[in-house]
């Protein structure tokens, strides 16, 4: 894809609606950090648009559901996509699990330790991000990397602190 191409397939703004809720000053740090990671590098094109982008994501929950209402950079309307919470949760809970491990191992454990929880860690991470790249098929045209910093996303919006 041209630079000009790329400018226009990607996401200069992604938004949290109220119906997430807030929390803790950590969980609010780590979203804004979720945030910024997936601005600062992203391709991102729904499917069947004429290519107008650049995009703004705006995500809400409704009944377990998260919602990427989509627009162009100027505030038109472009889609929304409703994505089932359901197949990430036992993937969240057991990332989470993990990532709790990872941090008590960083304490004591040894570095071999460390690396094959972190191995672990990644591999559920990559498991999140192919499982998200599978649900928006059809739907909204995205890389791994893209992928990876969503369900980083998705992952700090289940975190309660």
């Known amino acids: ?8 397939s990607r996401l200069v703004d992604v938004e949290l609606d109220e119906s997430i809720g807030r929390s803790t000053p950590d969980v ?3 979203r804004a950090v979720a945030i910024f990671d997936l601005i600062e590098e992203n391709s991102f094109h729904p499917i069947n648009d004429d290519g ?5 994501l705006k995500l809400s929950l409704v009944d377990a559901r998260l919602v990427f209402a989509i627009s162009r950079e ?5 889609v929304t996509h409703i994505l089932s919470l359901t197949p990430f ?15 008590e191992a960083i304490r004591s454990s040894t570095p071999s330790q460390i690396e094959a929880i972190d191995m672990g860690r990644r591999g559920l ?6 499982t998200l790249l599978d649900r928006l098929s059809g739907k909204i045209e995205i890389d791994f990397d893209t992928a990876r910093r969503l369900f980083t996303l998705i992952c700090v919006l289940h975190w309660r602190g």
């Open 1 to 8: 894809m041209s630079d000009k191409g790329h400018a226009r």
């Open 89 to 103: 949760r036992r993937i969240v809970k057991d990332y989470f699990m993990i990532c709790e491990s990872y941090y």
């Open 74 to 78: 100027h505030g038109e309307a472009v």
């Open 125 to 130: 991470h990559n498991e999140g991000s192919q």
């Open 52 to 56: 107008h982008g650049p995009y703004r």
């Open 28 to 30: 609010e740090h780590e």
